[in-house]
């Protein structure tokens, strides 16, 4: 049996991923403030075994109990491997920083920082005595350059790769380590997507569209993410701590 973690399972990537790895050899742990009943009935006909645990990743402080429960569900003496995807992810607040106010700041942090690196925390440490395969994926974004009316969004995005980058090196040193590595998903048609549209003015939407028809600026599916991904986790060995951008997974 597989076990798969994964957190923001209700919509976009996390749902494609959910999708992706309903089968019989996989049981599922789905974190999020809402759950998809059709996607659980879904998964549970394709054989997978599914628990959705409705959760609110602000609740930092109660994280570790969330993750201790899970963990006992896990048989690690039949288990193939254990798997955490840190997908949950909060846009907000867009818009210059002096507009936001503190508690959207703190949401930010606490959702898109402090959750992903408690999270895989507890995992690493709760899957010690696990010598089968085991890897954390975090979700996070290209981030090239600066980008005004983003700042929380991509600090917080740049804070993960960066805190994967050091974790990564702390367990290359280690015999039967976790492997974490960070991915850019690429842009995915998804609520989030929706959420950057709306903010956008005409002109800017026009422009989009253009980019859109001249495949300039393609948006891709989210399952075809969730596939390599799956792929990634089961077939492939990165470098602890690498950040890896989708469209440098080869083959599914
Ligand atoms: N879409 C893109 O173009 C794009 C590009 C680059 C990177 N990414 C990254 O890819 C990941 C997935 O994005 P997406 O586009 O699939 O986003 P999405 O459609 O907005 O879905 C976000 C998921 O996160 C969950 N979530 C949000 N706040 C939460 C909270 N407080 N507690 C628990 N769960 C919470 C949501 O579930 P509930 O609402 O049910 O809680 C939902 O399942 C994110 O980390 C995002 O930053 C996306």
């Given at each position: 049996m597989n076990y798969f973690i994964i957190t923001?399972?209700?919509?976009g990537l996390g749902a494609a991923l959910v999708k992706a790895l309903s089968a019989p050899e996989n049981t599922l742990f789905c974190i999020s403030r809402t759950r998809d009943d059709m996607l659980v009935r879904s998964a549970s006909e394709k054989g997978a075994v599914i628990e959705w645990l409705l959760y609110d990743?602000?609740?930092?402080?109660q994280i570790d109990t969330l993750i201790s429960m899970i963990f006992q569900k896990i048989d690690k003496q039949t288990a193939k491997g254990i798997y955490m995807v840190n997908n949950a992810g909060l846009i907000q607040?867009?818009?210059?920083?002096?507009?936001?106010?503190s508690s959207d700041i703190l949401n930010s942090v606490r959702v898109n920082i402090a959750a992903p690196m408690i999270l895989a925390a507890r995992f690493i440490d709760l899957s010690r005595d696990f010598a089968g395969r085991k890897m954390i994926l975090n979700i996070t974004a290209t981030v090239k350059e600066p980008r005004s009316d983003w700042a929380c969004y991509f600090s917080a995005k740049a804070s993960i790769d960066y805190f994967t980058k050091c974790v990564g090196k702390e367990k290359?040193?280690?015999?039967?380590a976790v492997k974490i590595v960070s991915i850019?998903?690429?842009?995915?048609?998804t609520d989030m997507r929706g959420e950057v549209l709306k903010r956008r003015g005409i002109g800017e939407r026009l422009l989009y569209f253009f980019r859109i028809k001249r495949d300039l600026e393609k948006p891709i599916h989210p399952d075809t993410v969730a596939k390599k991904l799956v792929h990634l986790m089961l077939e492939l060995d990165p470098e602890n701590g690498d950040k890896i951008h989708v469209s440098e997974i080869k083959g599914e």
């Open positions: 923001g399972a209700s919509k990743l602000n609740n930092v402080l607040p867009l818009g210059m920083i002096e507009k936001a106010s290359q040193k280690e015999k039967n850019a998903p690429s842009i995915m048609n």
